[in-house]
């Protein structure tokens, strides 16, 4: 079973930046759309950023011009860089993708276990 492993997140000041990495833990077949949600305490998860496999990026209101998602030289691993971080970016950011071909086969609606980002103030 393929897995998204998130990592980089941690306690930061406001201004500062952090870079998350999601890493598919398997030899990638075929490329797909992969995004970056995140869930605030008491809140809905939320979109945050997303690459399609022909390197298109959307990103939401919140977060435009200051963060960046990107893939790896592999293509095997997602990055989202956080720059200019305020408060309100403090979440649980989770790596996703609709679908997914690996070298064990096909994968749907496949999550990360998430990684906290706390932006003091």
């Known amino acids: 079973q393929v897995q998204l492993v998130e990592s980089g997140g941690g306690l930061v000041q406001a201004g500062g930046s952090l870079r998350l990495s999601c890493v598919i833990s398997e030899r990638l077949l075929s490329l797909y759309t992969m995004a970056w949600y995140r869930q605030a305490p008491g809140k809905q998860r939320e979109l945050v950023a997303n690459?399609?496999?022909?390197?298109?990026?959307n990103y939401s209101d919140a977060v435009k011009g200051r963060f960046t998602i990107s893939r790896g030289n592999t293509k095997n691993t997602v990055y989202l860089q956080m720059n200019d971080l305020k408060p309100d970016d403090t979440a649980i950011y989770y790596c996703?993708?609709?679908?997914?071909?690996?070298?064990?086969?096909?994968?749907?609606?496949?999550w990360g276990q998430g990684t906290q980002v706390t932006v003091s103030s």
């Open positions: 996703h993708t609709d679908r997914i071909l690996t070298t064990s086969s096909w994968a749907y609606d496949v």
């Open positions: 690459i399609t496999r022909d390197e298109r990026r």
